[in-house]
T-cell receptor, first 110, second 112 residues
Framework: TQLLEQSPQFLSIQEGENLTVYCNSS?????LQWYRQEPGEGPVLLVTVVTGGEVKKLKRLTFQFGDARKDSSLHITAAQPGDTGLYLC??????????FGTGTRLTIIP | DAGITQSPRHKVTETGTPVTLRCHQTENHRYMYWYRQDPGHGLRLIHY???????DKGEVSDGYSVSRSKTEDFLLTLESATSSQTSVYFCAIQMEFYSPLHFGNGTRLTVT
């Protein structure tokens, strides 16, 4: 089983601040997805990245896929309380099924 | 929301009893998955299905079995529940192999 490491594990910041969370692996991803999960619900897809160096933006969220396709980052600008949740990265390695990271639990303090 | 329903949403059961969790989809997606989510472990794959009567084991399949007799239903059975199976269980569906997963809202299972 491939290992995805997410950091930090927990992050608590004030509303309006910026933040970055990371997803790393020692192996090359075929593709990588980011999900957000709110309490009592299942994860919901935010974005899929496939190409090394790819950058995707979703309003205040910017997703970057590393050039070597072994890492990814999620940057949130001017965080809002609605951004609170568990952020999960998940990667495909070759033809294997998705492997999930352990997540970053983000709390935005109003 | 993708049409995926898990039942029950909550269940408390005693050690040694059988338990079946149900996942029902209305999307006609080919792939269906059962995950468990535990603090510090993230989402771990229990079993998955790539079609009717076609299932395979995930990384934490011991103590679990599955069945898929219809496209829309994927059942997860704990033959004899143990306290280590206390967890939140998520079902997910997927149209094609590299497509995004759509998750249900989970079943919280407590084994006493």
């Amino acid at each position: 089983t491939q290992l995805l490491e997410q950091s930090p594990q927990f992050l608590s910041i004030q509303e309006g601040e910026n933040l970055t969370v990371y997803c790393n692996s020692s192996s090359v991803f075929s593709s990588l997805q980011w999900y957000r999960q709110e309490p009592g619900e299942g994860p919901v897809l935010l974005v899929t990245v496939v190409t090394g160096g790819e950058v995707k933006k979703l309003k205040r969220l910017t997703f970057q896929f590393g050039d070597a396709r072994k890492d990814s980052s999620l940057h949130i600008t001017a965080a809002q309380p609605g951004d609170t949740g568990l952020y999960l990265c998940a990667g495909n390695f070759g033809n294997e099924k998705l492997t999930f990271g352990t997540g970053t639990r983000l709390t935005i303090i109003p | 929301d993708a049409g995926i329903t898990q039942s029950p949403r909550h269940k408390v059961t005693e050690t040694g009893t059988p338990v079946t969790l149900r996942c029902h989809q209305t999307e006609n997606h080919r792939y269906m998955y059962w995950y468990r989510q535990d603090p510090g472990h993230g989402l771990r794959l229990i079993h998955y299905s790539y079609g009717v009567k076609d299932t395979d084991k995930g990384e934490v399949s011991d103590g679990y079995s599955v069945s898929r007799s219809k496209t829309e239903d994927f059942l997860l059975t704990l033959e004899s529940a143990t306290s280590s199976q206390t967890s939140v269980y998520f079902c997910a569906i997927q149209m094609e192999f590299y497509s995004p997963l759509h998750f249900g809202n989970g079943t919280r299972l407590t084994v006493t």
